[in-house]
Every structure is written in C-alpha cells, then in structure tokens.
C-alpha cells in the first residue's frame, strides 16, 4: 500500500488524485523507472566540467524603480522592479544536495554576497528539489529579512518544519498573491515533478511564475518540459504579451531521459516565441552539473538557435552569475 502523502491533504483536482500531482492532462510521463536511470548512467558520457569558473560578485541597488535582473546561479536570480526585491528559487549552499559532503558542488560563486543582497520582499520558491529549494539558504535569508515565500501547494509544509517562522503563502496553479499595491505573483503550471527523497515523488505541487507588477509582465518558468506546447500558449493568452521570460536553458541531456522534464536552448527559444516575450533570460546552467552536456553547451547552442531563426542575439541572453540586465 502506498504511504500517505506527508505534505498536502486537499480535495482532488484535475492535477491532485488525493496522492500525488500530476503534469497537465495530454503531456509527457516526467517519471522514469529504476532500468532508465541505470541506462543513463551505464551509457553518459564523461563530460568533465571545470572545477570552478570566476565570477566578480555585484552589489546590487537598494530599490529599483525600472526592471533589472541579477543572475545568482542556477535559478537563483534577484528580480528588482517598482521599488520591489524579489528572489526566485534561492539557493547559496556549495552542494545542490540533502548532505554537505556529496552532491552536485557548485562551479560558480554566488553571483551576489548574502551579505550584500538588497532588502528582499518576497521568495518565489518553484518546487522542492534541492537545487530550488535550499533550506540553509532559506534559514539565512530569514534571519536577515523575513520575506514573504510563495510556492505551489505542499512546500510550505517542508519549509515550516525547518523554519518554523518563515511566512509561507501556499496555492496551486492559477492562484494569486498580491505582493504589493499593483504588484501580483501567479502560479503557473509547469512540466516537471517533486521530490525530497525516495518515496515521496509527485507529494508536493510544483511550478512557475507569471508577475504583474507595475506594469510589467515578468515570467519565471522554474524547472518545465515543452512538451506540446499547450500551457505556454495558454499562459500567452491569459496574461498577454510577456516583457521578460526567465527560461532555463541546462540540465537537458540525455534527451530521451530530460525532455519532459528539461527544456534545451531550443526549447527555450519556442518558449519565447510562444509567449510572444520582449526579453528573454538564460538559466539553469553553468552552476550545478546535473545531467551530461558540457559546460558551456547551452549558451553555444542558445546563440546558434537564435541566429538559425533570424532572431537578435539581445533578445535571449544566458546570464552568468553577477550580470545584470536592465530591461525598459
């Protein structure tokens, strides 16, 4: 019999069996049996990674009134807009790991200092796995600024077991917080899966972002899939347009095992077309090595898909951690 679900009890919906969640009716299966995992590691290649690749931390503005985005690493980035500070998937730990001594170990330094960050308002926190959800990180923030957390159904319940402080807002897809007077945060689906061990996947809801603040239409995808498609293009139509989409672009081979759970540069690159974004900014590469391809190979493979589709390198750009980009 299968173990109750330790972190949400709430009615079933067309994503909530009383279990466990699942990705939108029609997309791809993101589990993968015990004989896929050993395929990968008997047939991945040994791509090495640098041990550790310079970054030059920046001290970022108190307040911004226009947009700017600061890369940390990975998904971690600092959204700053109308006088708001607001983090996305904080994580400063040198190990993307439930252990200190093993785990995929960081190459890149935070691209900003804790100590250096801005007051933070709020955390939008995407789903439980140890890249995203980080709870030394989370603990340190904490103490320094209390901020609001918004995260998708049953992360709260792991947050507070270890913080019992933290002010966590929960909810699922399509459900919003205000974040301040003309500022909102959604939680949009996203194509993936939960997990914090061995017997609790698919027990807390994951997904992404789309903010409305000030104006301004900023979507954070976390970890997705493409799949077919449909839920980018459903977010194209409830929200508009968007100004800027913070896509990743690494931790996406081998295909065959990351596709629906991982978006390659051309994935990524629909994605904006898709959601007929302004801007566009690269993540989830270059920090943690999580799955096969080399270092470098999402920003080589972003640029290449988008001159081999006519579009403006400026428009997609793969942040590294301490970059800044102003948007308008």
Known sequence: MSSPNRYYSGPVSAHFDGHRFTNPAGEPETDRSLRDILRWYRTAPRTRWPKSMPVSPTVPAER???LSITMVGHASLLIQTGRLNILTDPVWSDRASPIAFAGPR???????????????????????????????????????????????????????????????ETGDWFDSFDIASGAEAHIVPALHWS?????????????????????????????????????????????????????????????????????????????????????????????????????????????????????DAARFIAMRPGETADFE
């Not at 901020?147 to 992360?155: D, E, F, K, S, W």
Request: aromatic share 8%; net charge positive.
């Open 64 to 66: 911004v009134e226009g």
């Open 106 to 168: 960081r190459v890149t330094a935070p691209g900003i200092r804790m100590r250096d960050l801005p007051p933070i308002d709020a955390i939008l926190l995407s789903h439980n796995h140890y890249d995203h959800l980080d709870v030394a990180t989370l603990r340190d923030i904490q103490a320094r600024h209390a901020p609001r957390i918004i995260t998708p159904l049953g992360n709260d319940s792991i947050i507070r077991r270890h913080i019992p402080e933290a002010r966590v």
């Open 195 to 311: 997990s914090r061990g061995t017997r609790d996947r698919r027990m807390a809801l994951w997904g992404g972002f789309m903010l409305k603040v000030f104006g301004r239409t900023i979507y954070f995808a976390g970890d997705t899939g493409y799949g077919t498609g449909a839920i980018f293009r459903d977010l194209r139509a409830r929200f508009g347009p968007v100004d800027v989409a913070i896509l990743p672009i690494g931790a996406y081979a081998p295909r065959w095992f990351m596709a629906a759970q991982h978006t390659d540069p051309d994935d990524a690159i629909q994605i904006m077309l898709d959601l007929e974004a302004r801007a566009a900014v690269g993540m989830h590469w270059g920090t943690f090595k999580l799955t096969d391809e080399p270092w470098d190979e999402p920003a080589r493979r972003l640029a290449a898909g988008l001159h081999a589709r006519g579009i």
